[in-house]
């Protein structure tokens, strides 16, 4: 990675908005598959249903993560 860019993420962990770089990583990389997730579904028309059945398992993962890290 650029230099810059380990900086902007540093700023942000420095920020309070992640622990540290790994997880602003994962984060990041979970939005961008999740994008793609949408996009591939709604260009193959799949029902509306399965795409919101998509969502809330990732928002369950997403919220076990959370609690993990307060725990």
Partial sequence: ???K???EIDLLVSEGLYHNRTEFIK???RGKVLDHRERF???NQAPAKQLSKLKQQENN???????KGVH
């Fill in 27 to 29: 984060e990041a990389v």
């Fill in 5 to 7: 860019l380990l900086e």
């Fill in 41 to 43: 579904l709604a260009e």
């Fill in 61 to 67: 993962e997403a919220t076990k993560q959370a609690f």
């Fill in 1 to 3: 990675m650029h230099e």
